[in-house]
């Protein structure tokens, strides 16, 4: 299976913007893949955030601000998720997947602090 | 409202069969076009998928674990289950159920269950 790489750590103060990497492995082409988003807070199951393929197919969880959005870098072979106007609840650890061949992918995470 | 809710034994001794239930409420396993999956979490680590169980009963799973996992469902009870065989402490994690739709964004989770391999 691929692997994801995310940073292990991030910060960033309250109302700036956050900006979360997710690289993929060389043999894996980003701009062939949805990049999903997940939010995951001490104790909790992850929450689904968003989903981007490119600007005309791309889509927001239920009730997720409109504050998160979603890039790629394809120059990078990187999925981004972006954080606008930070709030002290963003603090959480996040993680990007893939969906390739049968098989969902994650990343190792980021833990981002709001600082 | 859908909900996932995990059950199983908390503790598992090393080389023995680890085996959870997920139980579905809120709708019907078998109507629509989701993925029944088991994911889990090793204590301060991240994600792993483990497999899932498409409504029309395919199967998927990791292919590092594959040689040791089984999903099933049991449409009856509106339950899915795993089964990972010869576990050893590595296996200690939380394990989550969760549904996803064709889409591929995984919408409901279960609040998870920790299972430890221990002697």
């Known amino acids: 299976q691929p692997v994801l790489t995310q940073p292990p750590s991030s910060s960033a103060s309250p109302g700036e913007s956050a900006r979360l990497t997710c690289t993929l492995p060389s043999d894996i082409n980003v701009g062939s893949y949805n990049i999903y988003w997940y939010q995951q807070k001490p104790g909790s199951p992850p929450r689904y955030l968003l989903y981007y393929y490119s600007d005309s197919d791309k889509g927001q969880g239920s009730g997720v601000p409109s504050r998160f959005s979603g890039s790629k870098d394809a120059s990078a072979n990187t999925g981004i998720l972006l954080i606008s106007g930070l709030q002290s609840e963003d603090e959480a650890d996040y993680y990007c997947m893939i969906w390739p061949s049968n098989a969902w992918v994650f990343g190792g995470g980021t833990k981002l602090t709001v600082l | 409202q859908v909900q996932l809710q995990e059950s199983g034994p908390g503790l598992v001794k090393p080389s023995q069969t680890l085996s959870l239930t997920c139980t579905v409420s809120?709708?019907?396993?078998?109507?629509?076009?989701?993925?029944w999956s088991w994911i889990r979490q090793p204590p301060g680590k991240g994600l792993e998928w483990i497999g899932y169980?498409?409504?029309?009963?395919?199967?998927y799973y990791n292919p590092s674990l594959k040689s040791r996992v089984t999903i099933s469902v049991d449409t009856s009870k509106n339950q899915f289950s795993l089964k990972l065989s010869s576990v050893t402490a590595a296996d200690t994690a939380v394990y989550y159920c969760a549904r996803a739709p064709a889409t591929g964004d995984i919408d409901y989770w279960g609040q998870g269950t920790l299972v430890t391999v221990s002697s």
């Open positions: 169980i498409y409504y029309s009963g395919s199967t």
């Open positions: 809120g709708g019907s396993i078998s109507s629509g076009d989701y993925y």
